[in-house]
């Protein structure tokens, strides 16, 4: 079935810092992938999403490719700020088969900034 | 527009006490879902409905059953609740271009 690894946290980094946080997935053709954050005490908001190989989602200065060969979707920011703080969950919705609008979660990582 | 909303917040339930938590959507989504969240497990998918009328158990249904009201509520009920059952609920809607939306969530202990 389908899957989503990703690292471990909790990852704690001071402002300014570089982010990278890994994701890992297993499915059967082409899925679309997602990057979800939940701010504390809210529920999950889509941060970016890519449906094909090597496209690239971005929003709020936070970047992930598609790399199909890797079978990757890692999280990247630039430079952190203590807003950033949250729990961060990478996803999958498979493309093949009748249940197409289902999502696969990894298990979430918590990232604090410290300033 | 208040996107997705859910009722109880907090909730404290003793064992064999049932409930229903309620979701409803003012977007106009098809379709809706149920998931709950446990430290270092991320989200499970409950149930599902993918268009009003129709309901489909998700990854983890045993305990719980739904039920689509109309296009905009749907509801999550707990016939009997067990300490296994304590999570965070959170229902969410979607459309087509699978971008999901969620509500804050209900926190349920169940003693």
């Known amino acids: 079935g389908d899957s989503v690894t990703q690292m471990e946290g909790p990852v704690t980094l001071s402002e300014e810092a570089f982010l990278t946080i890994n994701c890992t997935y297993t499915?059967?053709?082409?899925?679309?992938l997602f990057w979800y954050v939940q701010y504390p005490g809210e529920g999950l908001q889509l941060l970016l999403k890519?449906?094909?190989?090597?496209d690239k989602g971005s929003n709020k200065g936070f970047e992930a490719t598609y790399r199909k060969e890797t079978t990757s979707f890692h999280l990247e920011k630039g430079s952190v700020q203590v807003s950033d703080s949250a729990v961060y969950f990478c996803?999958?919705?498979?493309?093949?088969?009748?249940?197409?609008?289902?999502?696969?979660f990894g298990k979430g990582t918590l990232l604090t900034v410290n300033p | 527009n208040a996107g997705v909303t859910q009722t109880p917040k907090f909730q404290v339930l003793k064992t064999g006490q049932s409930m229903t938590l309620q979701c409803a959507q003012d977007?106009?989504?098809?379709?809706m879902y149920w998931y709950r969240q446990d430290p270092g497990m991320g989200l499970r998918l409950i149930y599902y409905?993918?268009?009003?009328?129709?309901?489909d158990k998700g990854e983890v249904p045993n305990g719980y059953n739904v039920s689509r009201l109309n296009k905009r509520e749907f509801s999550l009920r707990l016939e009997s609740a067990a300490p296994s059952q304590t999570s965070v609920y959170f229902c969410?809607?979607?459309?087509?271009?699978?971008?999901?939306?969620f509500g804050p969530g209900t926190r349920l202990t169940v003693t």
């Open positions: 499915a059967t053709g082409y899925p679309s």
């Open positions: 977007m106009n989504h098809n379709s």
């Open positions: 996803a999958l919705r498979s493309n093949s088969g009748g249940s197409n609008y289902k999502l696969t």
């Open positions: 890519a449906t094909k190989a090597d």
């Open positions: 409905s993918a268009s009003e009328g129709t309901t």
């Open positions: 969410a809607s979607s459309d087509d271009r699978d971008r999901q939306y």
